[in-house]
């Protein structure tokens, strides 16, 4: 479960300062799929990165489970990054330098897993985003823009975190790889009491998540009565 | 789906960590490796520095070693010579052993040793020039212009007399011998033998015996007779074979290693038995004053030069030593600052690649930290990327020392001793530019016979070229890696200040 009390984040540009995140305040039970939409430059990405501890927030707490972020000591956030949180960078954020295979093991490394059992963990991640074998072992920036999301939203699901943060996870896939992706978080949600939070511009997207949460000008506003559409279990 | 994927294989543990830092450690070599052209620049600029550190190295250890042994050997040590026994031609009175016990009773002189040289002809070899010459070679003043004389042995020497022998044999032996310079015989160099009073060489160092034992009581007259490993070895003799110098028995009591081919081509007696073989029982060559310690050695030669009187006696400390000692010191301590120096180039390189790397690498960094990397984990990454790039810029640099130690140790040391090499050749008035070859003899002044502890640059070069051992470039190469560690250590602190927020901003 996560808690969110009077979120805001404001940043100084100059003489002006602009609140992306402006007194934002939610709960999220365990095992929720959701989702926010925004206009570009509503600060969706800004909110995300308080939620997984990247940032911290003006004012206002975040808590997980009950624990509050804030006040949190700098190695606790990092172990709440590393245990808690998997995060899918809206840039993809992947080390370009290694391969796809040891970017998705790296939050593994971190939290203590041997190399055997990550290496294989990480290849069947990669075989549930359909990133094709051979594909494994090549380095991420010989990669094509929706192989690196993959990749990310791999790496992301590594530690098995009670929390996804996606940035935009389907924003360069083709439909029909997006809707594969999207049926794969719908059955985390749904099998792993796993919390799931999805920024995206895709309608179809949004449609199909349990909550749908609009940002605009820094404020939050949930669309009301809403069901979740069922889906094919596909995994 | 995950949970499936053997979640259970892998629990996060601290035994663990050895496994992670193997990864980490394959990451640094992946990153050193990331920019072939930039990391090639990188060691090209190291491996000069640390080569030039290991070279100074080098050179600053086997000057101190060089510094040390010359200080062991004649650092409290005088030598009185008779008066006028410079150069070619000597006059003079000789020293007696009245003049020995004037010099200890010369405040803080601790010990006095009278030495009697003897020039011993092997008697075929003499009996061969005497028949063609004419004029055989015994009661010829010493090429120093002392007197010393020559006898004749069963002994052969172990050393071919060499161009400079032969010219000195040429001008002291066959002085009347007109005509007969074309049936020459092939000469060896006439050998040594020294009465001793107490066991020490010429130059007053403690005779290294390796075999048998020393003479006994050095102060009686005995026919105990220590000799040179390689003059033993060339006669086939042995502790307890015997040997003549006219006609006289001698018994090997032991053998002594002076290290140098011309110190092992001696002969020592007791101090009474060679001025009886002289006939001048009451005559020294040389004494060997040892003063009690280095500080009062300045005085003690003042105060021993008053006492004997300067028409007498000509006291040396071996001046040339000292010159040679204090510019090698300060070779030593220059080679010490450029090493120093150029150790501190080295780790200043690592730390501002680093710094660079660090800078470029900002928002890797976020992505590391954002997705759980401990902050130890990232600084470890970032110091042993610095200890790859030491790695290889130390080899190579090994590599440019190995070839440039000598040069640069000589270069060192030619530039510092030019003095010194020429106040040897002078002080020794001997004709001989090779160190050693000529000096067989102790007649010249303020020769070192024999066991010659200065031999001038050249001499010095050999022992330092042989020690650029491996002990002292790991040592080196151990700096480097300390210094490296050191100058990562920075850059690697400064990444624990980069927030993961980096990873949303644009490069
Ligand atoms: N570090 C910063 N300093 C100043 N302004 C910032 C900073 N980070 C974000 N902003 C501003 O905050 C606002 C929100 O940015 P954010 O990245 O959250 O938008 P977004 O909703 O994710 O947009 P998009 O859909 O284009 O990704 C923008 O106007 C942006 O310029
Ligand atoms: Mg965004």
């Given at each position: 479960?996560?808690?969110v009390?009077n979120l805001v984040r404001t940043f ?6 602009i609140k992306p995140v402006n007194d934002v ?17 509503s600060g969706k990405s800004t909110l995300l990165s308080l939620l997984?501890?990247?940032d911290?927030p003006t004012s206002g ?154 940002l605009?000008?820094g404020k939050l ?15 | ?507």
């Amino acid at each position: 479960m996560i808690e969110v009390k009077n979120l805001v984040r404001t940043f100084n540009s100059g003489d002006r300062t602009i609140k992306p995140v402006n007194d934002v305040s939610f709960v999220l039970e365990q095992g929720t799929l959701a989702s926010i939409v925004g206009k570009s430059g509503s600060g969706k990405s800004t909110l995300l990165s308080l939620l997984g501890a990247l940032d911290k927030p003006t004012s206002g707490d975040v808590a997980v489970n009950g624990v509050s972020l804030a006040g949190m000591p700098d190695a606790k956030l990092t172990e709440y990054r590393r245990r808690d949180i998997g995060f899918v960078f809206q840039q993809f954020n992947l080390i370009p330098n290694l391969s796809a295979v040891d970017n998705v093991m790296l939050p593994m490394e971190f939290a203590g897993m041997r190399k055997a059992a990550r290496r294989q963990r990480a290849k069947d991640l990669l075989e549930q985003v359909q990133l094709v074998q051979d594909k494994h072992d090549r380095r991420t920036n010989r990669l094509s823009g929706g192989e690196q999301q993959r990749v990310a939203i791999a790496r992301a699901l590594a530690n098995e975190p009670k929390l996804i943060l996606a940035d935009e996870p389907t924003g360069n896939l083709d439909e029909q790889t997006g809707d594969h992706i999207i049926s794969l978080l719908s059955a985390l949600s749904r099998d792993h009491n796993t919390t799931i939070l999805v920024v995206t511009h895709d309608r179809a997207l949004a449609n199909k998540t349990d909550r749908r949460f609009r940002l605009q000008q820094g404020k939050l506003t949930e669309d009301q009565a809403h069901h979740r559409t069922p889906l094919p279990v596909t995994a | 789906m995950p949970g499936e994927g053997g979640s259970d294989a892998g629990l996060p543990g601290r035994h663990l960590n050895h496994r992670r830092n193997v990864s980490v450690l394959a990451r640094s070599v992946g990153n050193a490796f990331r920019n072939k052209v930039r990391t090639a620049a990188v060691v090209a600029v190291l491996a000069v520095a640390i080569g030039l550190a290991l070279a100074m190295l080098v050179a600053n250890q086997a000057v101190g070693a060089k510094v040390q042994e010359l200080n062991a050997s004649v650092g409290t040590v005088l030598t009185v010579n008779p008066a006028g026994g410079q150069g070619f031609e000597g006059g003079g009175e000789p020293l007696t052993t009245g003049l020995a016990a004037t010099a200890a009773a010369v405040p803080n002189v601790s010990a006095v040793v009278g030495t009697s040289s003897l020039r011993l002809r092997n008697a075929t070899e003499a009996a061969a020039q005497t028949g063609t010459g004419g004029q055989g070679p015994g009661g010829q003043g010493g090429p120093g212009g002392q007197a010393a004389a020559t006898l004749t042995t069963s002994l052969t020497a172990a050393v071919d007399a060499g161009t400079l022998g032969n010219r000195n044999q040429q001008a002291n032996g066959t002085t009347g011998s007109t005509g007969s310079t074309t049936t020459q015989p092939m000469r060896s160099l006439p050998i040594t033998a020294t009465g001793i009073g107490a066991e020490v060489d010429t130059t007053g160092k403690a005779l290294t015996i390796t075999e048998g034992a020393g003479l006994g009581d050095y102060t009686a007259e005995s026919t105990n007779a220590l000799l040179g490993t390689t003059l033993a070895e060339k006669n086939n003799l042995t502790v307890g074979s015997t040997f003549t110098i006219n006609d006289q028995t001698y018994t090997v009591s032991g053998l002594f290693d002076a290290g140098t081919t011309f110190g092992n081509n001696a002969v020592y007696l007791t101090l009474p038995a060679a001025q009886a073989l002289a006939g001048l029982p009451d005559e020294l060559s040389s004494m060997i004053v040892t003063v009690n310690s280095l500080d009062n050695v300045a005085s003690a030669k003042t105060a021993l030069q008053d006492a004997l009187g300067t028409d007498k006696a000509d006291v040396t400390q071996g001046q040339n030593l000292e010159t040679a000692v204090s510019s090698l010191g300060s070779v030593k301590n220059i080679s010490f600052i450029a090493f120093v120096a150029a150790l501190g180039t080295a780790g200043l390189i690592i730390l501002l690649i680093m710094v660079m790397l660090v800078r470029e690498r900002r928002r890797e960094i976020g992505v590391l930290k954002a997705i759980g990397a401990p902050n130890r984990t990232i600084g470890l990454q970032f110091v042993l990327e610095a200890l790859v790039l030491a790695a290889l810029g130390s080899t190579a640099g090994a590599i440019i020392a190995a070839f440039a130690s000598s040069g640069i140790a000589s270069a060192l040391i030619s530039t510092n001793s030019t003095g010194t090499t020429t106040a040897t050749t002078a002080g020794r008035g001997m004709p001989g530019g090779v160190p050693g070859g000529g000096a067989g003899f102790p007649g010249g002044g303020a020769g070192f016979p024999g066991g010659n502890p200065f031999g001038g640059a050249s001499q010095l070069l050999t022992s330092v070229t042989a020690s650029a051992s491996p002990g002292v470039i790991a040592a080196g190469i151990a700096a480097v890696f300390g210094v490296a560690i050191i100058g990562a250590l920075v850059p690697a602190l400064l990444t624990a200040r980069i927030r993961p927020i980096e990873v949303l901003r644009g490069e």
